[in-house]
């Protein structure tokens, strides 16, 4: 059993700075890919960063130089950095862990920016 818990959501002001957590734990061998989604009302979850074991990186367009990814493989966890925050990008934000062929997700973690 995995289980994923995200920390450090919440209400940030446009132009501000967030820092989001995703913790793995359980039979969590062959960790691959980690990563962060989200999801605004009303539309369809998006990608918002991925990186793998070695540290390799993706970013929506939307998010470049604003946002950075990181992991700790000994700790198993991913971090999401958010700065320059603008309005757009409030969601609810979900981590995503690949283990071996599976895919893992977070409880998700409501993240709100007010302009």
């Known amino acids: 059993q995995v289980r994923l818990v995200e920390s450090g959501g919440g209400l940030v002001q446009a132009g501000g700075s967030l820092r989001l957590s995703c913790a793995a734990s359980?039979?969590?061998?062959?960790?691959?890919?980690m990563g962060w989604y989200r999801q605004a009302p009303g539309k369809q979850r998006e990608l918002v960063a991925t990186?793998?074991?070695?540290?390799?990186?993706n970013y929506a367009d939307s998010v470049k130089g604003r946002f950075t990814i990181s992991r700790d493989n000994a700790k198993n966890t991913v971090s999401l950095q958010m700065n320059s925050a603008k309005p757009e990008d409030t969601a609810v934000y979900y981590c995503?862990?690949?283990?071996?062929?599976?895919?893992?997700w977070g409880q998700g973690t409501q993240v709100t920016v007010s302009s």
């Open positions: 995503r862990v690949s283990i071996m062929s599976n895919l893992y």
């Open positions: 359980g039979s969590i061998f062959g960790v691959n890919n």
């Open positions: 990186i793998t074991w070695g540290g390799t990186t």
